[in-house]
């Protein structure tokens, strides 16, 4: 089955202790973005990569890093986690038509609380 | 840089009527793609419809369908016979059809609440 899973799907955790959310798609696409959703303000994007090794800052790139080793995973890193990080994180990825990227696929989500 | 706009943040209805959810949006491209992606309580971001700015003929997905007004950046998404599974968050996005570009604009969503 085509699929974006993103694991852990839950996770609390403490301010500052370094945490990994794992990202990956069997679909061979390009294009891997995450995203937050926080109530009132809908998705806003973190950081995306357009192909392996090739990444770059979104609209909220602050406190985190992400990394693309393979085309199939996307990682994102929170090295010292803070309560403002808490949120809702999505990965995505689409396929690159041409020139032009398709829409985006989501993974399930991960509900992230920073205590 | 393009913005997303969703008027209304709650939207009710009630089974087998029809709604209409609104969208506008900002930019000064003219190439570029929009789309309606439904979020259900199980948080699951799912893509409902999508349009593609260069066609003028409106974007149909079975009872749902859009109201693409370019010149009024204008998109709106009308659910017909509606049912209670669609009862969800509807977000709506733009994006650039530019190469190489794929970054996604989101509006800050409507909740549509369908009712027996």
């Known amino acids: 089955e085509a699929q974006v899973t993103q694991n852990p799907r839950y996770l609390i955790t403490v301010t500052g202790k370094k945490l990994t959310v794992t990202c990956s798609q069997n679909?061979?696409?390009?294009?891997m973005s995450w995203y937050r959703q926080d109530p009132g303000l809908g998705l806003r994007q973190i950081y995306y990569s357009m192909n392996v090794e090739v990444t770059d800052k979104g609209d909220v790139p602050e406190g985190y890093k992400v990394s693309r080793k393979e085309k199939r995973n996307f990682p994102l890193i929170l090295e010292s986690p803070s309560p403002n990080q808490t949120s809702l994180y999505f990965c995505?990825?689409?396929?690159?038509?041409?020139?032009?990227?398709?829409?985006?696929?989501f993974g399930p989500g991960t509900r992230l609380t920073v205590l | 840089a393009q913005t997303v706009t969703q008027s209304q943040p709650e939207m009710s209805v009630q089974e087998a009527e029809t709604v209409t959810l609104s969208c506008t949006y900002d930019t000064s491209e003219n190439n570029y793609y929009l789309f309606w992606y439904k979020q259900p309580p199980s948080r699951q971001m799912i893509l409902v419809i999508r349009?593609?700015?260069?066609?003028?003929q409106n974007a149909t997905e079975n009872r749902f369908s859009v109201n693409f007004q370019k010149a009024a950046k204008s998109f709106s998404l009308k659910i017909s016979d509606s049912q209670l599974g669609d009862t969800a968050m509807y977000f709506c996005?733009?994006?650039?059809?530019?190469?190489?570009?794929?970054?996604?604009?989101f509006g800050k969503g409507t909740m549509l609440l369908v009712s027996p």
């Open positions: 679909m061979n696409h390009e294009y």
């Open positions: 349009q593609e700015a260069y066609k003028q």
């Open positions: 996005a733009f994006m650039k059809s530019s190469s190489g570009y794929s970054t996604l604009t």
């Open positions: 995505a990825s689409s396929l690159k038509v041409g020139r032009v990227y398709n829409e985006q696929f």
